[in-house]
């Protein structure tokens, strides 16, 4: 069993981009720069909002953060997202989610400019990407691509079950794991709460997503042996073995299922260092006019 360490794929991917970004300034380029809104005083995301500005700056981003009020109104939040479409100085435009009951994540998503959207959220984005052309691919499912990638894991022809149908997780990435691309060509099964038999289901996976966000909720009796395992869950459950009292676990039951597997992605320290980098990753390649012009 081998683990695919989020962590060093992180520092060799931020490595690459902080190169890219000198060579930017060099060049006499501007720095990218990623604005990140953030509505009301929700604490996780603050500690998210505060990580993604922290690592900008390790790679030599510019980054504009945008903190507004709870009674934030939605036709605000959408002239703010208009008047930073209009913005040149800044390449990729986040709003950080979930928002206040009172505003429409759909509307938010569909207001931000498509050419900005560096979360991959947008339809436009989507819809290319289903369809293979050049997009911003979400950074979840991306960071998962990428460590694929890095491992030379064949997904070709493989099995490979992802569990979980989310806008941001599961959906696309069931997309890139099906497309013909590598990786990719997966002849993939998508589980939600509905499927039936899903023990059976997934224990015929070579390749298993797990996105389904119930903590430990994949234990060995539905791996195969020799399967590639991929947790994207995140949990903090209470724990008396650490100083904070707390730890994080995943959707998978690593202890036991770790044993059978020829990869898998530990919790903490595997998919979720990713994310954040890829975020990076795609403001890179909207200050690069790479994917759009
Ligand atoms: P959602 O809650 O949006 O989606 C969960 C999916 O799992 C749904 O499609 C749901 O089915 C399905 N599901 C839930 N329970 C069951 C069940 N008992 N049997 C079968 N299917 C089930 O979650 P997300 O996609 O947003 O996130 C999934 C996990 O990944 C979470 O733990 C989240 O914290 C984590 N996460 C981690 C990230 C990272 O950076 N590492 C980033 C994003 C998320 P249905 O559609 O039928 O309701």
């Given at each position: ?48 909002v505060a990580?993604k500005v922290k690592?900008c700056k ?5 980054s504009?953060d ?228």
């Amino acid at each position: 069993m081998e683990l695919i360490d989020g962590k060093k794929i992180n520092l060799e991917v931020r490595a690459e981009i902080a190169k890219e970004v000198n060579e930017m300034v060099a060049r006499g380029e501007k720095r990218p720069n990623l604005a990140v809104i953030i509505v009301g005083d929700d604490g996780a995301s603050a500690t998210y909002v505060a990580s993604k500005v922290k690592t900008c700056k390790e790679v030599g981003f510019e980054s504009t953060d945008i903190q507004l009020p709870d009674s934030t109104t939605e036709a605000e939040l959408l002239a703010k997202i208009e008047e930073i479409n209009q913005n040149n100085d800044i390449d990729g435009l986040i709003v950080q989610l979930p928002l206040p009951k009172h505003i429409s994540e759909d509307k938010v998503i569909e207001a931000i400019d498509f050419k900005k959207d560096v979360d991959g959220f947008h339809p436009i984005n989507t819809g290319r990407m289903a369809m293979g052309f050049t997009s911003y691919l979400p950074a979840t499912p991306a960071g998962i691509i990428e460590l694929l990638k890095r491992y030379n894991i064949d997904t070709e022809g493989k099995d490979c079950v992802v569990l979980g149908r989310s806008n941001i997780v599961g959906t696309p990435i069931s997309l890139l794991m099906s497309r013909k691309a590598k990786p990719g060509n997966a002849t993939v099964t998508i589980c939600h709460s509905r499927t039936k038999n899903l023990k059976e289901v997934c224990s015929r996976a070579d390749i298993l997503i797990a996105a389904i966000g119930q903590c430990e909720f994949v234990t060995a009796d539905m791996v195969k042996e020799g399967a590639v395992v991929i947790d994207v869950g995140i949990h903090r459950v209470k724990s008396d073995k650490t100083k904070s009292g707390w730890k994080l676990k995943g959707d998978v039951k690593f202890d036991e299922v770790a044993p059978k597997c020829s990869f898998i992605t530990p919790v903490p320290g595997g998919v979720g260092p990713m994310t954040i980098i890829s975020l990076l990753k795609n403001t890179l390649l909207a200050a690069q006019n790479k994917i759009y012009n």
